[in-house]
């Protein structure tokens, strides 16, 4: 008997179609995934062409930059002088969930990130919710640091004296503004980027987060030329429930390796250096994630921040009194920002890649081009519907929406460790989740409590999104499920290669190195 692959198209209802709760649970193979990558959709696949140092910028050029240069103003009135403290429980937290990436990508290293661990692990129906929540994490928080992108340029137009009008640089109900037109530009320029090439991109990143790195570095060692011990007095003046809103606040600010996870196919070792980047990408945003905001408060009173989006860059231009000075850090800013959205955009598309590979959605995300080696259609769509929400949706409500998803998402990738432990002890790891089960359930346990800690507006826009993905299930994916389409004699043989071998990843070809 021939066993048909997903890859092939097959009838959108055969006879034998397993029931409701039977397609929900069927797992898809993690050989039969790595297959896919290899033959890619449709005859083409990704390009094998990032090493270690591409990966680890992906990581930090998704995250270094989103809680300091942007959110900072909405988080420090929450927390107080003590929210270098909710930087370090989110980083934490983000830690827990990463070394559980780390294993799980060493073992799955395919584009679908936590989508597909959930799908070779917790079965269909718990790769749709967290697939559906990926949509949303990745999505709205490319539009939420977009937002920001408008005050930073007017910090810059602010030292030639001159000011974008708040018309086009705020979303609507935001001082009077109509579309945030900076926000729009960033994320298209961005798109343009991805659909040249993911290679191309991935060097355009490293360059900026090299710069990113030294803006950040060069604020630092301005602001404690202006360091006040007395700022940090009282250290909790919103208690240490503010230190929970703020940390919950902030998560977001840590899903640049939940990024690099998706790059599993473009990796020309993903086995060894995603693992690595991971772990590496952690150190290097948690570590200066917290010396800026140590740095920030020692420089300013807490209060002081309260409204301030381009906190950052006043404080430079009231330390130094060189206009010339924020200057360049704004114009860095608008780059950091660039990264996070070029990088987390990136993705977005490899996600949905993955989800209409597996018949989940239309087709038109997995198509990739011959020519450039990336799914162009795709992130076409995905650029213009995120270039209009950044444009037109206030920054706070994006921050606080990508939060629980991005929670959401992280505790099913712990969840999948202990699963694939226990179920599949035999499988090679290249990295190793520390103090099992320990640190996997900590993991989970730390993005139910920071979930908890977010607001009930914030719930309430989680469970609308959570309805609206049902309603997308049962209209197309069930439909079209290509694991669904497998008869039950086909799905168990298919289950049973997968116990009886142990997937590989070839080696690159020089087609792809070059």
């Given at each position: 008997?021939?066993?048909?692959?997903?890859?092939?198209?097959?009838?959108?209802?055969?006879?034998?179609?397993?029931?409701?709760?039977?397609?929900?649970?069927?797992?898809?193979?993690?050989?039969?995934?790595?297959?896919?990558?290899?033959?890619?959709?449709?005859?083409?696949?990704?390009?094998?062409?990032?090493?270690?140092?591409?990966?680890?910028?992906?990581?930090?050029?998704?995250?270094?930059?989103?809680?300091?240069?942007?959110?900072?103003?909405?988080?420090?009135?929450?927390?107080?002088?003590?929210i270098w403290i909710s930087f370090a429980i989110a980083g934490f937290a983000a830690l827990l969930s990463a070394v559980s990436y780390a294993e799980m990508a060493g073992l799955v290293p395919v584009a679908g990130s936590s989508?597909?661990?959930?799908?070779?692990?917790?079965?269909?129906?718990?790769?749709?919710?967290?697939?559906?929540?990926?949509?949303?994490?990745?999505?709205?928080?490319?539009?939420?640091?977009?937002?920001?992108?408008?005050?930073?340029?007017?910090?810059?137009?602010?030292?030639?004296?001159?000011?974008?009008?708040?018309?086009?640089?705020?979303?609507?109900?935001?001082?009077?503004?109509?579309?945030?037109?900076?926000?729009?530009?960033?994320?298209?320029?961005?798109?343009?980027?991805?659909?040249?090439?993911?290679?191309?991109?991935?060097?355009?990143?490293?360059?900026?987060?090299?710069?990113?790195?030294?803006?950040?570095?060069?604020?630092?060692?301005?602001?404690?030329?202006?360091?006040?011990?007395?700022?940090?007095?009282?250290?909790?003046?919103?208690?240490?429930?503010?230190?929970?809103?703020?940390?919950?606040?902030?998560?977001?600010?840590?899903?640049?390796?939940?990024?690099?996870?998706?790059?599993?196919?473009?990796?020309?070792?993903?086995?060894?250096?995603?693992?690595?980047?991971?772990?590496?990408?952690?150190?290097?945003?948690?570590?200066?994630?917290?010396?800026?905001?140590?740095?920030?408060?020692?420089?300013?009173?807490?209060?002081?921040?309260?409204?301030?989006?381009?906190?950052?860059?006043?404080?430079?231009?009231?330390?130094?009194?060189?206009?010339?000075?924020?200057?360049?850090?704004?114009?860095?800013?608008?780059?950091?920002?660039?990264?996070?959205?070029?990088?987390?955009?990136?993705?977005?598309?490899?996600?949905?890649?993955?989800?209409?590979?597996?018949?989940?959605?239309?087709?038109?995300?997995?198509?990739?081009?011959?020519?450039?080696?990336?799914?162009?259609?795709?992130?076409?769509?995905?650029?213009?519907?995120?270039?209009?929400?950044?444009?037109?949706?206030?920054?706070?409500?994006?921050?606080?929406?990508?939060?629980?998803?991005?929670?959401?998402?992280?505790?099913?990738?712990?969840?999948?460790?202990?699963?694939?432990?226990?179920?599949?002890?035999?499988?090679?790891?290249?990295?190793?989740?520390?103090?099992?089960?320990?640190?996997?359930?900590?993991?989970?346990?730390?993005?139910?409590?920071?979930?908890?800690?977010?607001?009930?507006?914030?719930?309430?826009?989680?469970?609308?999104?959570?309805?609206?993905?049902?309603?997308?299930?049962?209209?197309?994916?069930?439909?079209?499920?290509?694991?669904?389409?497998?008869?039950?004699?086909?799905?168990?043989?298919?289950?049973?290669?997968?116990?009886?071998?142990?997937?590989?990843?070839?080696?690159?070809?020089?087609?792809?190195?070059?």
């Amino acid at each position: 008997m021939t066993v048909p692959t997903y890859t092939e198209q097959r009838p959108a209802a055969p006879a034998g179609r397993p029931g409701l709760a039977a397609q929900l649970l069927r797992r898809k193979p993690i050989g039969q995934m790595v297959n896919e990558a290899e033959t890619g959709h449709g005859g083409t696949r990704l390009v094998r062409s990032f090493g270690v140092l591409q990966l680890t910028m992906i990581s930090v050029g998704a995250t270094l930059g989103t809680g300091i240069l942007v959110i900072l103003g909405e988080s420090v009135p929450l927390a107080g002088p003590a929210i270098w403290i909710s930087f370090a429980i989110a980083g934490f937290a983000a830690l827990l969930s990463a070394v559980s990436y780390a294993e799980m990508a060493g073992l799955v290293p395919v584009a679908g990130s936590s989508y597909s661990y959930s799908y070779a692990t917790l079965g269909e129906g718990m790769a749709w919710i967290c697939g559906w929540c990926l949509v949303l994490e990745y999505a709205v928080s490319v539009a939420a640091v977009a937002v920001g992108a408008g005050q930073y340029v007017n910090e810059t137009l602010a030292v030639f004296g001159q000011v974008l009008p708040d018309s086009i640089s705020q979303p609507p109900g935001d001082g009077g503004g109509i579309m945030n037109i900076p926000a729009m530009v960033i994320v298209v320029l961005a798109m343009i980027l991805l659909v040249r090439g993911a290679k191309e991109s991935a060097w355009v990143n490293t360059a900026i987060v090299v710069v990113k790195v030294g803006i950040l570095i060069f604020f630092c060692a301005v602001a404690f030329t202006a360091f006040n011990a007395g700022n940090f007095e009282p250290l909790l003046p919103m208690g240490a429930a503010g230190v929970s809103a703020a940390a919950s606040s902030v998560f977001f600010s840590y899903i640049g390796f939940d990024a690099a996870s998706t790059a599993g196919e473009e990796a020309r070792n993903p086995k060894r250096d995603l693992p690595r980047a991971i772990m590496l990408s952690m150190l290097i945003v948690t570590t200066i994630y917290v010396l800026v905001a140590v740095a920030a408060v020692g420089a300013r009173p807490w209060g002081w921040f309260d409204g301030n989006e381009a906190a950052l860059v006043k404080i430079l231009e009231e330390t130094t009194g060189q206009p010339w000075i924020a200057l360049v850090f704004a114009v860095g800013a608008v780059l950091a920002i660039a990264s996070i959205v070029l990088t987390v955009l990136y993705g977005q598309t490899r996600i949905l890649l993955s989800m209409a590979r597996d018949g989940l959605i239309p087709k038109v995300f997995g198509r990739v081009s011959k020519r450039t080696g990336t799914p162009v259609a795709g992130t076409l769509i995905v650029g213009v519907l995120v270039a209009l929400t950044a444009g037109l949706v206030p920054l706070g409500a994006l921050a606080d929406a990508t939060s629980i998803g991005t929670l959401f998402a992280f505790a099913l990738v712990n969840v999948a460790v202990i699963y694939l432990r226990r179920t599949r002890p035999e499988l090679t790891r290249t990295f190793r989740v520390p103090l099992f089960p320990l640190t996997p359930i900590l993991g989970a346990l730390m993005c139910a409590y920071l979930m908890v800690n977010l607001g009930a507006d914030t719930w309430v826009t989680f469970g609308i999104w959570m309805l609206v993905g049902l309603a997308a299930y049962f209209g197309y994916g069930r439909r079209h499920s290509r694991v669904a389409a497998l008869s039950q004699e086909e799905y168990r043989e298919l289950s049973s290669r997968e116990l009886s071998s142990t997937p590989s990843i070839p080696e690159p070809s020089k087609a792809d190195l070059s």
